[in-house]
C-alpha cells in the first residue's frame, strides 16, 4: 500500500463518517446517508481496500468513537436492534465488490451490484432487529425494511452517477 492508496482509503473514511451524521430519525432505526457512502466505497475501492475501510470504522464505532449515525459509538450499538446493519456493511462490501469485480462497471451493472448488496445488508439488519426485539415479521419488515426501500433505490441511483464520477476526476482506477 502506498501513499495514493492510504490516502484514498482514509478519504473514503471520513466520507463514510460524515454521512453517518446526515440522518433522518425514525421509529427504530435511523435513515442515514451511511449506505450511500458504503456504496461508493463499495463502488469506488478494491474489495480489499473497501474492507480495510468498512473494518476500521466498524473498530472506530466500537471502541467508542463516536463515528455512527447521531456521534454514537461503542460496542452498545453494536449489542442492540442497530448491531445487524452495521456488522451488514461487510456484507454489502463483499458483494457489491464481487460483482464490480467480474462486470462492466457500467451504470446499470454498478446499479445492480449495489441493489444486491444493499438489499442484502437491509435483510440482515432487520433480521437482527426481529430477533434482537423479539418482534413478529410484519413488525420487523414494516420498521426495518420497508421504511428503507424508496430511499435506498434512490441513493444507489446516487451512487452509480456519483461514482463514476468519482473515477473520472480522482482516477480511482
Avoid: H
Amino acid at each position: 500500500m502506498n501513499i495514493k492508496d492510504i490516502t484514498r482509503d482514509a478519504l473514503m473514511l471520513a466520507l463514510l463518517i460524515i454521512c453517518s451524521q446526515i440522518s433522518i430519525p425514525l421509529l427504530g432505526v435511523p435513515l442515514t446517508m451511511q449506505t450511500f457512502a458504503v456504496g461508493i466505497v463499495a463502488t469506488s475501492l478494491s474489495l480489499q481496500d473497501s474492507l480495510l475501510v468498512i473494518s476500521v470504522y466498524l473498530v472506530m464505532g466500537g471502541i467508542g468513537l463516536p463515528v455512527f449515525s447521531n456521534f454514537a459509538g461503542g460496542i452498545s450499538i453494536f449489542l442492540s436492534p442497530l448491531g445487524g446493519y452495521l456488522i451488514g456493511f461487510i456484507i454489502y462490501v463483499i458483494l457489491t465488490g464481487i460483482w464490480l469485480k467480474f462486470s462492466s462497471n457500467t451504470r446499470l451493472e454498478i446499479s445492480l451490484a449495489n441493489l444486491l448488496g444493499a438489499s442484502v445488508q437491509l435483510i440482515f439488519g432487520t433480521i437482527w432487529l426481529k430477533y434482537w426485539n423479539n418482534l413478529s415479521w410484519s413488525t420487523s419488515l414494516m420498521t426495518g425494511l420497508a421504511p428503507f426501500i424508496i430511499p435506498g433505490i434512490i441513493k444507489i441511483y446516487l451512487v452509480a452517477v456519483v461514482s463514476q464520477k468519482m473515477q473520472k476526476v480522482l482516477k480511482f482506477e
